[in-house]
């Protein structure tokens, strides 16, 4: 088996497994265990409903997740990656739920976006007023739900306020909880053998 390194002395070629450093091995495993971690909670949070009857309050759970995972690892389409693992997990033990991993989906094409932007990787904190932006995708669920419940367009558009405010208050959230796990997991990353 041989296992491509990201070194610039070895010039990114293939070597054996077997000589790939151990330091190198040991962030795989970190990275690969945060991945697996990230997927089963946002598969967890939305097959396990919470009682709380807050709009968008879940958010703090699955967006958190998102946000964190990308900045902790810092690679593109994490997020993207988390969501999509996630999904799958959802639909594959419930496919009733097809609309309800779409808002997964779309916040992780953004944040993984977002991420990217030069601006945004120099000053991390601005993901912070952008994760209530971000979470707004969640809006899309109750809006499909009630529009396919016979509710008229009109009806649905004025009840919309109360899922926006809520998607807004618990994206706040959700944006200080998934950057203070992330850029906390990046330096406990950072401190990994390989870093080294």
Same mark, same amino acid.
């Given at each position: 088996m041989s296992?491509?390194?990201?070194? %610039?002395f070895r010039g990114g070629r293939a070597l054996p497994a077997a000589l790939v450093p151990h330091g190198q091995w040991v962030? %795989?495993?970190?990275?690969?265990?945060?991945?697996a971690t990230a997927i089963a909670a946002v598969a967890v949070q939305q097959l396990h409903r919470t009682p709380w009857g807050l709009p968008g309050h879940r958010g703090i759970f699955w967006l958190s997740v998102l946000i964190?995972? &990308?900045?902790?690892?810092? +690679?593109? /389409?994490?997020?993207? +990656?988390?969501a999509a693992g996630g999904s799958c997990v959802i639909l594959f033990v419930d496919p009733t739920m097809g609309t309800h991993v779409l808002p997964y989906l779309a916040a992780a094409m953004l944040i993984d976006r977002l991420a990217e932007i030069p601006l945004? &990787?120099?000053?991390?904190?601005?993901?912070?007023?952008l994760a209530p932006v971000i979470h707004?995708?969640?809006v899309l669920s109750p809006f499909?739900?009630?529009?396919?419940? !016979?509710?008229?367009?009109?009806?649905?558009l004025g009840g919309m306020w109360f899922y926006i %405010? !809520?998607?807004?208050?618990?994206?706040?959230?959700? /944006?200080?909880v998934g950057m203070a796990l992330g850029l906390a997991g990046r330096r406990l990353m950072d401190r990994s053998p390989s870093a080294h």
């Open positions: 296992v491509l390194i990201d070194d %610039r962030h %795989r495993l970190a990275a690969t265990a945060v991945m964190a995972t &990308r900045w902790c690892l810092d +690679r593109p /389409g994490t997020a993207l +990656r988390v945004v &990787r120099e000053h991390p904190w601005l993901m912070l007023p707004l995708v969640g499909l739900h009630h529009l396919g419940g !016979g509710s008229g367009l009109g009806t649905v %405010r !809520g998607h807004l208050l618990w994206g706040a959230g959700a /944006g200080v």
